[in-house]
């Protein structure tokens, strides 16, 4: 009877020792080096002390002690950086200060293999036969009772950690933490009901507690992964994600989410760690509560608002099954597609003014051409010089149309030209006063024909940084639409000034102002339709969208200031050329 029952423990601590060798092995492999160091001390443990319980010698008892002792020496230690590692606390702490932790320990192996000498370990060791089977007996001397004190502060350490990163942790890692403080705490208390001595029987029950732990460490790798993916790292990844991400259980309530989804909805930031009805939070989102009660899973883009900002979202609802396909819960992901939206939409009005503009291109190529036509027939007719004074006001709409329609045909190349990806940006030095007067050139017989004066405030030493043919076409639109919409006999001023490495461009005419509400359309797609000019000019209303997007180009702004009856002023800012200025 009293051999069986040696065979019986022996066996259950081989068991636990096969188990725990699995564990090593599968951590090695999942390059967790201190979860199965950890595992080897303790089926070195277990192999020592379920060798030693089937001995009846006291040398052989001795020897496979001193066995035991290659891992309980540094059970505490591997344990403690164990806890460290799977919280995240490991990194904090220098490699060689952790090294500290070992002297102990190396010390207690040296002294328990040279008790013979100094008997401070044990004072004596004998075997006791009238037990359940024969049990080694021992009377601990100081350096023992020093071992335990250590090993029982770094578990307690270990423990401590466990215990705070629970409580900072969300609740499916809990779960994990839970474990193995149940895990932690089995062979403790049952080493110190053995040191204690207060079990009915003397037997030690340490190796067997290490077999339960084991049992609860594979559940807990098996069930929740815990080898391929440390909470700490778990939790960073779930708080850190970009997407917003919602956690209910089966009965709809809100039981874990993270940091971006309180971003996107305020509410979760006013309710605590209790789980809560999601009806409570999403009360004045109705779209999300209509799908989540959906038991189909559903995909909806939604609009929410925000700090007076309206962002769209994309929710995704998704059942969280069970192995046997029972629904334990639901996901809800909110994906951001406020940027693509907008895009998307910009798309859809880019679509409806290129459509428009082919509209417009359409009409006002054809017309025009169809006018000159017939004036071309109508002087084909003439019998007389066409140069007589009957004739010249057909000369002059001849002249009216040939340049209306050439500025249609320049605008819509030069828009086309801005929108290809090959557009080609020279950024060269010019003198600012040269190349104005070189530009506006053609423009100046328009405005004599308006009897429109044009002065120029330009300082002869500044010098601009920029693509000339980009500049020319900003400066001939703008100087075009101040003709356009200036009286006969009005004035226009061109001016600059240089701030601070930047050059203000400004266009002052004395026409017939914009309107304040028309200001903030004048350079947007939606709103491209042409005003007629003082003298009925036509245009296309690109004009100012070219002049805005080659500004943008060269990393500069446009802007107007307008009254109604008293004239506008576009401006726009350009880079200089800080070098040539000081040299001129």
């Not at 004074?389 to 045909?409: G, Q, S």
């Not at 356009?484 to 490495?501: H, M, N, P, Q």
Request: aromatic share 14%.
């Amino acid at each position: 009877m009293v051999l069986s029952i040696n065979y019986i423990c022996s066996f259950v601590l081989l068991i636990s020792i096969l188990i725990l060798t699995w564990l090593a092995c599968y951590a090695w492999k999942s390059g967790k080096v201190n979860i199965s160091l950890s595992l080897i001390a303790v089926l070195i443990y277990d192999f020592g002390y379920g060798t030693e319980i089937l001995c009846t010698s006291l040398d052989w008892i001795i020897f496979w002690v001193r066995v035991e002792y290659l891992g309980g020496s540094f059970l505490g230690v591997l344990w403690l950086i164990f806890a460290l590692d799977f919280t995240g606390y490991k990194e904090k702490i220098r490699k060689k200060r952790l090294m500290l932790f070992f002297i102990v320990p190396i010390i207690v192996l040296v002294m328990n293999y040279t008790n013979d000498f100094h008997h401070l370990f044990y004072t004596d060791m004998y075997i006791n036969y009238e037990g359940i089977f024969p049990i080694l007996e021992v009377t601990h001397g100081p350096l023992y009772w020093i071992h335990i004190l250590y090993t029982y502060a770094l578990m307690l350490s270990g423990f401590i950690i466990f215990i705070i990163s629970y409580f900072k942790s969300v609740l499916i890692i809990r779960k994990q933490i839970l474990l193995l403080l149940i895990a932690w705490v089995i062979p403790w208390i049952s080493d110190i009901m053995y040191t204690l001595h207060l079990l009915p029987f003397n037997m030690e029950l340490t190796s067997f507690s290490f077999s339960i732990s084991g049992i609860i460490i594979s559940f807990a790798v098996l069930k929740f992964k815990l080898l391929k993916l440390k909470p700490v790292a778990l939790e960073s990844v779930f708080a850190n994600m970009l997407d917003g991400v919602i956690i209910l259980d089966y009965e709809n309530n809100i039981v874990n989410f993270n940091n971006s989804a309180q971003n996107i909805i305020p509410q979760l930031n006013y309710i605590g760690t209790k789980a809560i009805k999601i009806q409570e939070v999403f009360k004045d989102y109705e779209e999300i509560m209509t799908n989540t009660n959906d038991n189909n899973c559903s995909e909806k883009v939604i609009s929410i608002k925000n700090k007076e900002k309206s962002k769209y979202y994309k929710v995704n609802i998704n059942h969280i099954y069970k192995k046997n396909h029972e629904s334990i819960g639901k996901i809800l992901v909110f994906n951001d597609i406020t940027e693509s939206k907008k895009q998307q939409e910009e798309l859809i009005e880019f679509n409806s003014f290129k459509d428009k503009l082919f509209t417009i291109v359409s009409h006002d190529i054809k017309s025009p051409l169809a006018v000159l036509v017939s004036l071309l027939e109508v002087l084909e007719d003439e019998d007389e010089d066409i140069y007589k004074e009957e004739n010249k006001e057909i000369l002059y709409e001849i002249n009216k149309n040939v340049k209306n329609t050439y500025t249609l045909v320049e605008n819509v190349l030069d828009w086309f030209k801005s929108q290809m990806d090959g557009l080609v940006y020279n950024s060269f030095s010019w003198n600012l006063s040269d190349i104005m007067k070189d530009s506006l050139m053609l423009l100046k017989k328009s405005a004599e024909l308006k009897d429109i004066k044009v002065f120029y405030e330009i300082p002869e030493d500044i010098f601009i940084h920029t693509d000339k043919n980009m500049f020319e076409i900003i400066v001939r639109n703008l100087f075009s639409n101040a003709i356009k919409f200036t009286y006969k006999g009005g004035s226009i001023k061109v001016k600059a000034k240089e701030s601070d490495g930047i050059v203000t461009v400004a266009f002052c005419d004395s026409g017939i102002g914009i309107e304040s509400e028309k200001i903030e359309k004048l350079f947007s797609y939606s709103d491209c339709n042409s005003t007629l000019g003082t003298f009925k000019e036509k245009g296309t209303g690109l004009g100012l969208i070219i002049c805005k997007q080659l500004i943008e180009k060269n990393k500069g702004r446009i802007w107007v200031e307008s009254s109604i009856g008293k004239g506008s002023t576009f401006y726009f800012t350009i880079a200089a050329d800080e070098a040539q200025s000081k040299i001129k």
